[in-house]
């Protein structure tokens, strides 16, 4: 069966150029042309993935992707013009897989696809519940716990939390994390890690004395342990 793409996008030489590769690709595309038809399309079609541009009519690519987020957790690639890091941690924090920057090759295009569509496959017996003192990570519900409470964290923060609980007190470089989070394919900046680990530790740091989110200077990042017993 063909893979179902929502390509939200309204420049319409851009929309159709995109479209046109995508069906030799023998994807079923969706188009939209604007961010309210884009909720539309996605509620009626459940595509399974979602190239999103940011500079939309009526709804932004922002508001979007937090809609979308509401209830899926649909794989989104953002298409934007713009090159600024604001903008792609802004994307990554609302919950974005990936991101491209206009102009882009369509091979690339196609090759961010697929690799995106690879890692969003990991069968769900892998995913396993990690408990540390004030902290659970749980992947087969992708929720995390902070002290008791449920913490909104998008996909992709919380698969490196888990990757690197899962052997604390191991340092993992950069690209390490790039390789077995994000895939050996990954396509992007490997600041995309600094911007996760900045927002997780916005989110779990001065919980507990037992553990945190440590940088290793010049090496990459670890999760320590201080004497916690892993749940």
């Avoid at 969003?120 to 003192?133: A, G, N, Q, V, W």
Wanted: proline share 3%.
């Amino acid at each position: 069966m063909a893979r179902k793409i929502l390509v939200v996008e309204d420049d319409l030489r851009i929309s159709e150029l995109i479209e046109m590769y995508l069906l030799k690709e023998g994807f079923e595309v969706f188009i939209a042309r604007d961010g309210g038809k884009a909720v539309e399309e996605f509620q009626k079609n459940a595509p399974d993935i979602v190239l999103l541009d940011i500079m939309l009519p009526v709804l932004d690519g922002w508001a979007v992707c937090a809609k979308i987020r509401e209830t899926s957790r649909v794989p989104i690639i953002m298409l934007t013009a713009k090159s600024e890091v604001f903008d792609k941690i802004q994307g990554l924090e609302m919950g974005a897989d990936d991101y491209i920057i206009k102009p882009f090759e369509m091979k690339e295009l196609i090759a961010r696809i697929n690799a995106v569509l690879r890692r969003s496959e990991i069968p769900e017996d892998t995913r396993k519940r990690l408990s540390f003192d004030k902290l659970v990570i749980n992947l087969d519900a992708y929720e995390l716990l902070v002290d008791g409470k449920r913490v909104d964290t998008p996909p992709k923060e919380l698969e490196l939390l888990y990757h690197l609980a899962t052997t604390p007190n191991r340092v993992y470089t950069r690209n390490q994390l790039l390789d077995e989070v994000w895939g050996f394919d990954y396509f992007g900046d490997s600041r995309t890690v600094d911007v996760h680990i900045k927002r997780l530790r916005e989110k779990v740091e001065n919980v507990s004395d037992q553990w945190a989110l440590k940088t290793v200077w010049g090496v990459g990042y670890k999760f320590e342990m201080m004497g916690a017993q892993q749940g």
